[in-house]
């Protein structure tokens, strides 16, 4: 988990220095409403990587320019950790058995808030916080938590797409996890 916290705080160093302070126009102008959607794929961290691999899911959202610079954002959509399947090997005397069992995978329903600020030629910096609604609990018959969202990023839009990565962090109930997401996503004025 350190080696991933200092990863993004090194990707969010490098961006600041690269892009600099010059502030341009961003794809959403001031008193203007876009709409997007997107792809999201990504690597679990935490407890949740003990229970998948991979995550995929879609998400949907809208952002209003505040000013050319700075856009808010309302996110929600379906992420999806597919279950890993465990190998078990069990021998006696005469033979060797081998079973293999798929796990459950998780699902969570994301419903975020959040500030896009633009800080040069579409480049921007992100912030989000939400709740996260887990509706299929890896083990049956398991509670349905709601998590707590805290999700920086940093990513590049233009007039029709947007590509970011982020660090999600889902925590609440005793059982915090988290991924290191990708989204891609197509958007258009309204």
């Not at 600041?16 to 709409?35: D, E, H, M, S, W």
């Not at 078990?88 to 699902?107: E, H, M, P, Y």
């Not at 609440?172 to 958007?187: C, F, P």
Request: hydrophobic share 40%; charged share 15%; proline share 3%.
């Amino acid at each position: 988990m350190k080696t991933m916290t200092k990863m993004i705080a090194s990707a969010f160093t490098a961006a600041a220095i690269f892009i600099g302070t010059n502030v341009k126009a961003q794809t959403t102008p001031a008193n203007a409403l876009r709409f997007g959607i997107g792809l999201e794929a990504g690597v679990p961290t935490g407890n949740a990587h003990d229970i998948s691999n991979f995550e995929l899911g879609g998400t949907a959202r809208l952002q209003y320019g505040v000013s050319n610079d700075l856009a808010l954002t309302l996110t929600s959509g379906y992420y999806n950790f597919f279950g890993k399947s465990y190998t078990s090997s069990f021998s006696d005397a005469n033979s060797t058995t081998t079973i293999t069992v798929k796990g459950r995978s998780l699902g969570v329903v994301p419903v975020k808030a959040g500030i896009k600020a633009f800080v040069g030629d579409g480049f921007y910096f992100a912030g989000e916080v939400g709740a996260g609604f887990e509706v299929h609990p890896p083990i049956a018959g398991a509670d349905k938590n709601t998590k707590l969202i805290l999700a920086p990023g940093l990513g590049y839009a233009t007039k029709s797409w947007d590509i970011g990565v982020r660090y999600e962090n889902f925590s609440g109930q005793s059982n915090n996890y988290g991924l290191v997401g990708l989204r891609l996503a197509y958007g258009f004025g309204l």
